[in-house]
Structure formats: structure tokens, C-alpha cells
């Protein structure tokens, strides 16, 4: 009898298992296509399936040509194409495959498959703990929300350190039944979470913190017992991203480590509001399309650049226009890059005798540093502004260009340029007065205008609820002791109760510290808490166990109501939310409309011109079905040599003339005459919800035009 109830347990376990991976891939294939914030390790994963790993493979990486702000790592890319590697191999033998677009189906379906494993690891560790009935709920609440299934099988940097963390929260679920055994996996739980920190997320050493002092203090394990551990994984993890992300950006002459590249960028620079933002409307704003000045990072951050302008434009009154030279900028970004010579511009003035000197080198270092590389905008100096309409002059220069000259005559000064000012001593002043008013104007303007960077709480009532739908009260529940508490457990000491509140309440422990540190951070993305939400989901399997077990019949009729009815909308959400998603690609699907086209005519190589939107909507290195290389030949570097058949795809944002290609994707059709262009078809974007229906209204969002000169 106890054999044949194990092997009842053993298949419903596999049920379960196997239902959180079919929905995961349902999602891949409702919604096959991707979005900008996955490009980078979606082409990195296609570099490495497609050219290799030798040094001549690399000129050929997309990375090279569009390198993002920050360098990012290849460890995640490298590990997708090695587990995906012998699938493609066959399924392009077998035929399974026969598109570029099938490749990148089969790299999300292992992505997801990774992830899922993790999934299922908790669930494992769910069902050993607190028993089956809370693991089949714990399945049914994770297959029924929406962010998590789908997003697991998108290559965001995020969904590569899923897994190590969803092994680690495994662990921490159930970490054994023996004293040697809980001290392994308490172990192995930091050393996850800090080597996930060091190579994919580090906002992961932000639940690193609150775990430790948890393991030292709470679980008693001695710090003799995690330190040799500890560090070979920290050494072996630094040491891999070093050489590895070295290696694929091929900057030998000072390492590459992207994690830490990341956090002077976002968190020590304060820009990681160059991503964009969340308004106060909830609108997601590109910083590419929007202005400098309306991103408000940080107080400070936004005092320095107005101090810098108005100081600029203050010198500008005391001196002329002279050539710009060559300063070091990152066009990526909105500021100069910090170079060497502005460090010395600060050592020097250390070094100087005299205070006033060093005052000058100090405010001189500071605005090179901080000099803003976009032009302003017109509305930031009104009056300004004003002249200029009415055709006066105004000393402050608007083109980017000027911005730069006033950079040179603060590097390399022209004799003559501060003789109106006097000695050295009145330049400090000078300069002194004018950072005061500027500081003055800028704490005016900061008061007076609303933030736009997210507040402190938008985790708590914005994203996490978002995330979990349904088991956000479930939580809740299980966490929160009631009198009903008493009844079902049939004691007071609920301590001893594996679904006992207390129980719960520690399990949540480091992942709510987590969320309250992270949200000091002013940038704010569901994405980064998305390691709390399997975790979340155990607490609202055992809150709804519990409802679902009320000793008396009218309060369990009660609970089941309360626990299907959430479920039920869960469904209901993620419907929604699925059928809105899938409308969110429609340059994927604009590449799909233009490879069912015929070629150009034999006299020219087909070619076509991708504009921002659809770059940004699916439109990955996969959709470009007609170009090397061909992922369906047995051997792959043979395929890489465009030929007189292989189409050319184009993302350049500024083309010299569109009359060279022939098909275009567009947002206004009207730009392009309809002598010149014939119109092919559109693609539906997603416009808005109807509420009464409940479905997602669509619109012409991409057009498809077809040059009449190039084609039969």
C-alpha cells in the first residue's frame, strides 16, 4: 500500500512539475518575439551559436556595434548557447527547425526550462516541509499569475540570475533535517546569492546582507564554517567574470567587470534614471525621446548639473568663442566621461600652494566632470529663449558644439582669456559667487518642481501587487495570527505548527528586507524584486492551505471561495495581460510581413530599413530570416558570407537616403512620397484596454513600404 501511494505521490509530483513548464512555454510561443531590454544577451546567445568563440569570430558580435551603456556579461549568453547547442544541433538535423525565428524559440524554451527547474526545485521543497496540498497550491499560484511565466523564458539579465536564486530559496524553504546538513545549505544559500551578486544582478548583494546575519546569528553557524567556502566562490566568481567579459569586450588594459561598471553607473554616478523613469502616472518615459532636464535622479545629481550650467553660461559672458578640441565623452550618456585630466585638474590643485589656486582647480576639475554633453533645452533659460525668438543675441551658446568650446577654454586656456578678470584671487571669488546663486537657483527649482524618480513605497503598492496578483492577501493571511489560528491548529503554542504564522514570517524575512533596502534606490523596476515572488508565493500556498482547512464547514466553504475566487482572477489578469503582451511586437511582426515579400530584382541586393519602434518591438538579429547566417546548414561558418541572394538589414537612424532600400518599416508613411514608395500592409501595436469587454484594442502602429524602383 505504501509503495503504490509513493508512486501516486511520484506522478501527481510530476503533473505538477510538468504543468508550470507547459505554461511557461505557452507564453514563448503566444508571444515568440522580444523587446530592446532583452537584445543584449538574445545577440550575444546568436554570436556564440553563430561565429564561435575564437578572436576573429568577435568583430562579427553585435556588442561592437551597439554597445549599450554599461558593458553587461557574457556568462549568462555562454551558458544559454552551450545548453542550447546540442537541441539546435537536432533539431536542424531532423528538420524541426527551419528558420531563424525557430532558434530563437528553441534558446527562450531552454531559458525557461532553467528557470522552471528552479520552480520546481521550491516546490520540492514545499511539498518535503509543509506536505503536497500546499505544493500543488504553490504550483497553481505560480501557473496562474502573468510576470512570472512569462518573462522567465526572456533573456533579461534578470532571468539569468533566477535560477541560482530560486535554487537558493530551494534550500532555504527546507534546508534538511540535520544539524551538519542545515549548516551545508545555509552555506551553499550565501554563496549563491553572493556569487549571483559578483556575475549577474548586484542589487542581489542587497539579499545577501539581511540572509547572513540571519545564518550567524538565528541558525548559529559558525563563521569558521562559511568563511573557506565563502571565498573560493567569491574568488571564483570575480575571477570568471574578469576573464570572461574581458575576453567578449576585448579590453585587456583594465578588466571588465560588469556588475561593478553597473553600480558606479546607477547608483555612485547617479544615472540610472538614464534608463527612464516611472512618472507619477505610471508611464514608462525613454530617455532617448525625452529630455535632459526632466529626469530628476537625485537631489544632488540634479544641483551639480544646474550649478555646472549656469556656471558655463556665466563664463561665457567673460570670453569667445574658440575651436573645440578633442575631449574624451561617452555618446551614450548624458555627461562627459571623467578623464585622466580631470583628475589631475584636482591633484593639482592639492598640490598648489596657494588655497586660491586650489579653489580654481577644484571648481575647473568639477565642471569638466560634470559638463553635460546634450545641448539644453529652450525652455530651460526662458529668457534666453525669448531673445533668441526675437532675433536678439544671447552670451550663452545653445548647440552642442559651444557646450564643448567652453569645455576647451577651461582645459586649455588661450593667453588673454581671464586677463578681464584679474588675479587669481578675484577668478575664486568670481567663480564663488556665481556657484552660489546657481546653488540657490537650482534649490528653488528642485522644491518647486515634483520628483519624477519613483518614491520609496512604489515596491510595495505598485510592482510587488502587480507580481503576485492573488497572493498578495494569501500572504498576508499566512502571516498575519488571527483567533481562527487557534482553532485550526488546535493550540497555543503555534510555534510548533509547520504552517504557523512564525514560521512564515521567517521564511519572508530576508526577502522583505531585500525589498525595503532596494527601494532606497530611486529607479525602480518590477524586475529587480522579481527574485522575492517564488518565495511569496510559498507564504500564500500555506495562507491558503489554511483557509482551505477550517475545522468548522461553514468557514472552510468560506475559504474556498476566498482561495479559487483569487485564483479565478489571477486567471482572469493574466488572460488580459497575455492578450495585451502579444500585441507589444510589432516590429517582430513587421519583419515577418516584409521576409514574406519577394526579393529586389536581380540588378540590386534586397535591403531594409528598420526604424527605432520597430527595433525596439522584435526586431532581433533572429527576424532577419534572408542574411547569414543560416542556422539550418549542418555547418554554420559556411553560411556566414553574404551572396548575391542574402538581404542587407539596416538599424541606421540617420540613412543617407532612403531611395537606396527597398522595403521599409515606418511609423508615419506619410514622410515618404507616394511617387517613390508603395504601401505593403501595417501592423496592429497595442492601443489601449477596453474595460467592458475586457480586451485589448489595437492600432496601426508600423507600415510597411515597398520602393517602386527597386522591385518587380
Not at 553600480?263 to 512618472?279: C, D, H, M, P, R
Not at 551658446?397 to 569645455?407: E, V
Not at 515596491?459 to 492577501?473: D, I, M, N, R, V
Not at 497575455?578 to 511582426?589: D, E
Request: aromatic share 12%.
Amino acid at each position: 500500500m505504501s509503495l503504490q501511494a509513493s508512486r501516486v505521490s511520484s506522478v501527481l509530483g510530476i503533473l505538477l512539475d510538468l504543468s508550470i513548464l507547459l505554461v511557461a512555454w505557452s507564453h514563448i510561443f503566444a508571444a515568440p518575439y522580444n523587446k530592446v531590454e532583452e537584445s543584449f544577451n538574445l545577440h550575444a546567445t546568436h554570436d556564440i551559436l553563430a561565429y564561435g568563440l575564437t578572436p576573429k569570430a568577435l568583430p562579427h558580435y553585435d556588442h561592437f556595434v551597439f554597445p549599450g551603456v554599461v558593458p553587461r556579461t557574457f556568462i549568462g549568453s555562454l551558458v544559454l548557447a552551450a545548453g542550447s547547442y546540442l537541441p539546435l544541433r537536432i533539431c536542424t538535423a531532423f528538420g524541426i527547425i527551419q528558420s531563424k525565428l525557430g532558434v530563437q524559440l528553441l534558446i527562450r524554451l531552454c531559458l525557461a526550462t532553467g528557470n522552471v527547474y528552479g520552480l520546481i526545485l521550491i516546490r520540492r521543497a514545499v511539498e518535503r516541509r509543509f506536505g503536497r496540498g500546499t505544493s500543488a497550491l504553490f504550483t497553481l499560484l505560480t501557473c496562474t499569475q502573468f510576470h512570472l511565466p512569462f518573462w522567465i523564458g526572456r533573456t533579461l539579465p534578470n532571468m539569468f540570475a533566477l535560477l541560482p536564486v530560486s535554487m537558493a530559496t530551494s534550500l532555504y524553504v527546507h534546508p534538511g533535517s540535520t544539524p551538519i546538513t542545515i549548516r551545508r545549505h545555509y552555506r551553499i544559500i550565501l554563496c549563491f546569492f553572493g556569487a549571483t551578486a559578483i556575475i549577474f544582478r548586484s542589487e542581489l548583494i542587497l539579499l545577501f546582507l539581511p540572509t547572513l546575519p540571519l545564518v550567524l546569528f538565528r541558525y548559529s553557524v559558525p563563521p569558521r564554517f562559511l568563511i573557506p567556502m565563502g571565498l573560493t566562490f567569491a574568488i571564483g566568481s570575480l575571477a570568471s567574470t574578469l576573464i570572461i567579459d574581458s575576453y567578449f569586450w576585448n579590453e585587456w588594459r583594465s578588466f571588465v567587470w560588469p556588475e561593478l561598471s553597473g553600480i558606479l553607473f546607477n547608483v555612485y554616478e547617479g544615472k540610472s534614471s538614464e534608463w527612464g523613469y516611472i512618472s507619477s502616472h505610471c508611464s514608462w518615459s525613454n530617455p532617448s525621446t525625452t529630455p535632459l532636464f526632466t529626469f530628476r535622479h537625485s537631489p544632488l545629481t540634479s544641483l551639480i548639473t544646474n550649478v555646472n550650467y549656469f556656471v558655463i553660461s556665466n563664463c561665457a559672458r567673460l570670453g569667445s568663442h574658440f575651436p573645440a578640441t578633442s575631449f574624451p565623452r561617452d555618446e551614450q550618456t548624458n555627461y562627459a566621461t571623467p578623464s585622466p585630466m580631470q583628475k589631475d585638474l584636482s591633484i593639482a590643485g592639492i598640490l598648489l600652494a596657494r588655497l586660491d589656486r586650489a579653489a580654481i582647480m577644484h571648481l575647473i576639475s568639477n565642471i569638466i566632470a560634470y559638463m553635460p554633453s546634450r545641448p539644453l533645452l529652450d525652455s530651460c533659460f526662458s529668457p534666453g529663449s525669448a531673445r533668441l525668438e526675437r532675433g536678439e543675441t544671447y552670451p550663452f551658446p545653445r548647440s552642442h558644439a559651444n557646450l564643448l568650446h567652453f569645455r576647451s577654454i577651461f582645459l586649455f586656456p588661450p593667453q588673454g582669456t581671464f586677463d578681464s578678470w584679474g588675479s587669481l584671487p578675484n577668478m575664486c571669488k568670481v567663480l564663488g559667487m556665481i556657484h552660489a546663486l546657481a546653488f540657490v537657483r537650482s534649490l528653488t527649482t528642485f522644491l518647486s518642481t515634483p520628483t519624477q524618480i519613483s518614491p520609496w513605497h512604489t515596491y510595495l503598492t505598485q510592482h510587488l501587487p502587480k507580481l503576485l496578483l492573488g497572493s498578495t492577501p494569501l500572504a498576508l493571511y499566512a502571516c498575519a495570527p488571527t483567533a481562527l489560528e487557534r482553532t485550526l491548529l488546535k493550540t497555543n503554542d503555534k510555534a510548533n505548527s509547520p504552517h504557523s504564522p512564525s514560521i512564515v514570517r521567517e521564511l519572508l524575512t530576508p526577502y522583505v528586507a531585500f525589498v525595503l533596502l532596494i527601494s532606497g534606490l530611486g529607479h525602480k523596476e518590477w524586475r529587480f524584486v522579481v527574485y522575492v515572488v517564488p518565495m511569496i508565493n510559498v507564504a500564500a500556498a500555506i495562507g491558503a492551505k489554511r483557509l482551505l482547512s477550517f475545522p468548522s464547514e461553514p468557514l472552510r466553504v468560506l475559504g474556498r471561495l476566498a482561495v479559487f475566487g483569487l485564483v479565478g482572477c489571477n486567471i482572469t489578469a493574466t488572460l488580459l495581460l497575455t492578450a495585451i503582451s502579444r500585441t507589444n511586437y510589432p516590429g517582430g511582426h513587421a519583419l515577418a510581413l516584409i521576409n514574406s515579400l519577394p526579393p529586389s530584382s536581380s540588378n540590386s541586393r534586397t535591403s531594409v530599413w528598420i526604424d527605432n519602434l520597430a527595433a525596439q518591438t522584435g526586431a532581433s538579429l533572429f527576424t532577419q530570416a534572408h542574411s547569414p547566417p543560416y542556422f539550418n546548414n549542418n555547418n554554420v561558418s559556411s553560411s556566414l558570407s553574404p551572396s548575391s541572394n542574402s538581404w542587407t538589414y539596416s538599424k541606421d537612424p540617420n540613412p543617407v537616403s532612403y531611395d537606396d532600400f527597398t522595403y521599409l518599416v515606418v511609423e508615419d508613411p506619410s514622410a515618404h512620397p507616394i511617387e517613390k514608395w508603395d504601401f505593403v500592409g501595417s501592423v496592429q501595436g497595442f492601443q489601449k484596454v477596453d474595460i467592458k469587454r475586457l480586451r485589448a484594442v489595437t492600432k496601426p502602429t508600423l507600415f510597411v513600404l515597398r520602393n517602386k524602383a527597386n522591385v518587380w
